[in-house]
């Protein structure tokens, strides 16, 4: 008998938590804290709508949604995780292609103007590719199950090795910040929004009430580059069961050429595969030839990530010039 969902209702937070803290190809996206972080920045604003969808052969998912509302509430937008972050379901149980489906279609037809982006490491993700219209975009990702002697070949052969010995030599070191270096991050964002600026592209504006609440949070590990006691490159890396993953690194221009973002990366690497993690996550790279090319010298695997947006056409252009505007 083909299964079918037999309940729906608003998904309780502690369930919620415990599912996602034992589900394997969770990630730090798909937990209550992220929303809640989003909801507290936009001031309510992004609010979680997700689901515990009951299914009739006894197995459950926990169906990861947010809202947000725009232009003084006239318009909602759903989107299955805040930041085009990876969205989808959750679950303890075993699920098949037939709930996968039943689950997108769920997530398709309750919540318009609906942006989705394909969790990479749900083993299901790619059994609702074809039935819409998803754009292609895939995850770099180091996979930390491979051996070490393996990982450190590949990157070795990437010329990665020889740019962390650079930066070796040009006495860098790696450690956790504490909240007085937040303002050093903050600083070395802010440049970095002007050298996008400069470049024509358009960056996301956050303030430091945000980088405090991933600095909070017991999932967040928030990591810093220091030259001489002054941080030049930074960045959060949020930890789920089986994944970790990097989110917003920057590292200041002028140490560019003695490759901090090698020495960065090449370190928690090596960090989260002795915590015994599955993945390292670069998280997409928005089809930026240059960027998925960086991330390739790290012995990483790819991943389709594909993104489903179901907003009309005037509504995104609408948002678009609303955010240049607030830029």
């Known amino acids: ?28 996206f798909h937990s209550p804290e992220w929303m809640n972080i989003w909801h507290h920045y936009y001031d309510g604003l992004i609010s979680p709508r997700s689901q515990h969808i009951s299914f009739s052969d006894g197995k459950s998912a926990i169906l990861v949604v947010s809202v947000k509302t725009r232009f003084n509430g006239w318009v909602s937008i759903h989107e299955s995780s805040p930041g085009h972050s990876y969205g989808g379901w959750i679950s303890l149980d075993e699920l098949t ?95 970095a929004r002007e050298r996008w600026a400069q470049k024509g592209a358009q960056g996301a504006v956050y303030n430091m009430s945000l980088f405090e ?10 990591w810093g580059v220091f030259h001489d006691s002054r941080l030049i490159c930074a960045g959060p890396v949020f930890r789920s069961k089986a994944h970790v993953v990097c989110w917003l690194t920057l590292a200041k221009t002028e140490y560019l050429p003695k490759k901090p973002y090698e020495f960065f990366y090449y370190n928690l690497i090596s960090y989260y595969k002795g915590q015994g993690y599955s993945w390292f996550d670069f998280n997409p790279s928005g089809g930026l030839k240059g960027l998925e090319h960086f991330k390739k010298g790290f012995a990483t695997t790819e991943f389709p990530c594909p993104v489903l947006d179901t907003r009309p056409a005037y509504m995104v252009v609408l948002q678009n010039i609303k955010s240049s505007l607030s830029s």
């Open 213 to 222: 609440s991933f600095f909070k949070s017991e999932y967040c590990d928030f």
């Open 1 to 28: 008998m083909k299964i079918r969902i037999t309940d729906s209702k608003t998904a309780d937070l502690r369930e919620w938590e415990n599912i996602w803290a034992h589900c394997e190809y969770a990630t730090f």
């Open 97 to 191: 292609p037939d709930h996968a489906e039943l689950l997108s279609l769920y997530l398709f037809n309750h919540y318009p103007n609906l942006i989705w982006r394909i969790n990479p490491f749900d083993p299901l993700n790619t059994s609702v590719h074809n039935n819409f219209s998803f754009k292609d975009d895939r995850a770099f990702t180091v996979p930390l199950k491979l051996s070490w002697d393996d990982l450190h070949k590949r990157m070795k052969k990437r010329k990665i090795v020889k740019k962390v010995k650079l930066a070796d030599n040009s006495g860098f070191t790696l450690r956790k910040l504490g909240v007085e270096s937040l303002d050093e991050y903050q600083s070395i964002y802010d440049e």
